[in-house]
């Protein structure tokens, strides 16, 4: 533009600042609306508009250049902006001052440019509208579109549910109802074991007078060595016999359809396919007919009750893995579970070849016999009321087990603080230690069996064996190559493991007196005692959270809930509701341990000429041996050293320098030269080999001096 436009453009910004970058843009606007409308009316006026636009802009760029680049705004405001933001901003204030010159700017551009801004309100309004009400129409095709595909849908759905409903009617016309009789199925017998009716017992064995021992105060006695005893027969229990007459099938099908009557009075229709008769309880198996909910059955529980005359009914909606809803109707004549049918069978003898801890539950509706073993459990978790059948179902678990193992592989500890449950058991050779009936004694009862676990770990992790099995099998293959030469240390290290069944009958009297105490002895023993071969069966009247605690139900996860008196009860032996509805005398539910939903269960009725005919049996061939060499070890171990404590023994300086001098780091020797108990000499042993004096035995079971009595002396500061 050269140099007179550089001076005019200078001269501009100097006297407006950038309002002069706005006069282009005016010039613009005038020669386009020059173009178009070919003359400007009112020239001057515009002028003079578009000139207090140009002024208004550069005092808005003062007031506001002021207040963010004090000092400096002039470059941007321009003098007459500087002047004029300085004489706004003293009379109005920053805000005023935006306000003010806003409105200039507006009331000049509306002069200059002609523009009605009521104009643009409406044309703004007028598009609005037009925009709402294509925006309903798009509304209302859209649901209707919607609406007529509902209907559709709707009417598929009808023809579908009428298809359904007609196929279900011609169904139920042709269709009889089954029923399945599980009590007279037909009786299995046992090729393994001959019944008998008389049973020649053998004649008792006479127990020699017991010899005064002379012994030093911890020393443990020898293993006995192991008896040979007879198994009992099956002969000893009562053949099972059920009544023949046909009369329930009669009475079946009457309540199935007094059933179908119930229902269809509440608007449920129904049909019943299966009738499944169990010993106690009847399953009628029933399915809904098309567009029926399976949640509206689920609650009428106590109607159908009330509707068929029966105490307690309960609903299992559905059926785990059938499209059937069960609901389980006492029978009017229950039948007794014999214990010699379930023992019996295929299932029984199947399990019975895994393991000799193998339990005899009893039958589901469908007539199965349901057996499990305490190795798989490996701990169980009993609740029940007064009358509910807990306490036969404690005597099934006695039975099933000494049936099968004798003194040599089991021994029981009975716990009972009712002291009339397991009063029959007091003279069983199987017992470990006398018959528990006070609380206190109950506890120390417990403490032994936790040492005895302590000591049978300890035990395991020197042989070098994983659990019971493996090591029993290493006993068995060391104690062939025993020899007169093997060493005294080695011969009790590989001594037959019995299992060991802890049964309490009564928690809650337990909990009362010794609660903290009880309470830990079930943590350990439930959490560590599975290798070692000891179960625990734990049984109570009353299943509250104060007895069954968190930590004793977290570690018993096989659970058996007979009766209890409500929904509170069966939730916290359980988990869910059901108990406080079964019929009481062996019904029970079972959760197997790893299964969400439990088993309905009859349990079978042990009379009382089969348990003393069983007692007997054992009883003649031997009394009880409570001077057992594993608990004595147990004991002294415990008592003498205290696992876990810090070992203290006046012996232990001269029991080192007799190992030092004589280079024989051998219990055996310690114990006569020190003329102390072999376990305190093997634990003098163990506490030399963990401080470095002498080394682990090798493949050979011999040990190496690590270091000399000198040093020793030295190290220990011994004069």
Not at 363 to 372: R, Y
Not at 478 to 483: A, D, N, P, V
């Amino acid at each position: 533009v050269g140099k007179g436009g550089e001076v005019i453009a200078n001269s501009l910004i100097w006297f407006i600042g950038w309002a002069t970058y706005l006069i282009p843009a005016i010039l613009i606007y005038l020669g386009v609306y020059k173009f178009f409308k070919k003359a400007i009316k009112k020239f001057w006026l515009q002028i003079a508009s578009f000139s207090i636009t140009i002024i208004s802009f550069s005092t808005l760029f003062g007031v506001y250049f002021k207040v963010w680049l004090n000092p400096g705004y002039f470059d941007r405001s321009g003098f007459l902006g500087k002047f004029l933001s300085e004489k706004i901003t003293d009379l109005f204030g920053f805000v005023g001052s935006y306000l003010v010159i806003t409105l200039f700017i507006l009331i000049s551009l509306i002069v200059s440019t002609e523009i009605v801004f009521s104009r643009i309100l409406m044309k703004f309004k007028e598009y609005w509208i037009q925009r709402r009400e294509l925006s309903k129409e798009r509304d209302i095709l859209r649901r209707k579109r919607v609406e007529e595909k509902k209907i559709k849908e709707r009417e598929k759905f009808k023809e579908r549910l009428k298809r359904k409903q007609e196929d279900f009617d011609k169904e139920s016309k042709e269709s009889d109802v089954k029923i399945i009789d599980s009590i007279h199925t037909p009786e299995t017998k046992t090729p393994e074991k001959k019944e008998m009716k008389d049973i020649d017992l053998p004649p008792p064995v006479k127990q020699p007078p017991a010899k005064k021992k002379e012994t030093q105060p911890d020393q443990v006695p020898l293993p006995h060595t192991k008896k040979e005893y007879n198994l009992p027969d099956y002969g000893l229990y009562k053949d099972p016999y059920h009544d023949k007459d046909l009369e329930h099938i009669d009475i079946l099908k009457k309540n199935g359809e007094l059933l179908k009557e119930c229902l269809a009075d509440f608007g449920i229709t129904a049909n019943i396919e299966n009738i499944i008769r169990g010993p106690v309880i009847s399953r009628y198996e029933i399915r809904l007919a098309p567009g029926i909910k399976v949640s509206r059955i689920s609650n009428l529980s106590d109607d159908i009750a009330y509707a068929m005359g029966a105490t307690r009914v309960r609903v299992i909606a559905p059926i785990p893995g059938k499209t059937a809803v069960g609901i389980e109707v006492p029978n009017p004549k229950p039948d007794t579970v014999f214990f010699k049918e379930l023992i019996s069978t295929h299932e029984y003898r199947e399990s019975l070849a895994k393991s000799i801890l193998t339990i005899a539950i009893g039958k589901d509706i469908e007539g199965k016999v349901i057996v499990d073993n305490l190795k798989e459990m490996p701990h169980l978790l009993i609740a029940g009321t007064t009358g509910s059948g807990k306490s036969v179902f404690m005597n099934n678990i006695i039975l099933s087990i000494i049936n099968n193992a004798s003194p040599n592989d089991l021994r029981l500890v009975l716990i009972d603080p009712k002291r009339v449950e397991f009063s029959i058991y007091k003279r069983l050779p199987h017992l470990l230690m006398p018959v528990q009936v006070e609380a206190k004694k109950s506890a120390e009862a417990l403490k032994k069996i936790t040492m005895i676990m302590d000591s049978r770990l300890r035990q395991l992790g020197q042989a070098g064996a994983r659990d019971i099995i493996l090591f029993n099998q290493k006993v068995v293959e060391k104690q062939k190559t025993f020899t007169d030469e093997t060493s005294q240390e080695e011969k009790m290290l590989y001594q037959h493991m019995p299992y060991i069944v802890v049964i309490i009958d009564e928690l809650a009297d337990l909990m009362i007196s010794s609660r903290n105490e009880v309470e830990e002895y079930i943590m350990r023993i439930s959490q560590l005692a599975r290798a070692v071969g000891i179960h625990l069966i734990v049984a109570t009247q009353r299943p509250s959270v104060d007895v069954i605690t968190g930590v004793i139900k977290a570690n018993l996860l096989a659970r058996v809930a007979f009766q209890v008196t409500s929904k509170v009860d069966s939730r916290t032996i359980l988990d869910m509701n059901g108990a406080e509805k079964l019929m009481g005398k062996g019904d029970m539910l079972y959760i197997p341990p790893g299964q969400a939903s439990p088993i309905r269960i009859q349990a079978a009725f042990i009379f009382d000429d089969e348990k003393k005919g069983i007692v007997n049996f054992w009883k003649v061939q031997g009394e009880p041996d409570f001077d057992d060499f594993e608990l004595a070890k147990a004991e002294n171990e415990v008592l003498g050293f205290g696992a876990g404590d810090d070992f203290d023994d006046d012996l232990y300086d001269d029991a080192v320098e007799i190992v030092l001098s004589y280079e024989k780091p051998s219990a055996s020797f310690l114990q006569r030269r020190l003329k102390i108990g072999f376990n305190r000499a093997s634990r003098l042993i163990e506490i030399m080999e963990e401080e470095g004096i002498i080394s682990r035995m090798d493949d050979k079971n011999k040990r190496e001096i690590l270091i000399s009595w000198d040093d020793y002396k030295k190290k220990k500061g011994i004069e």
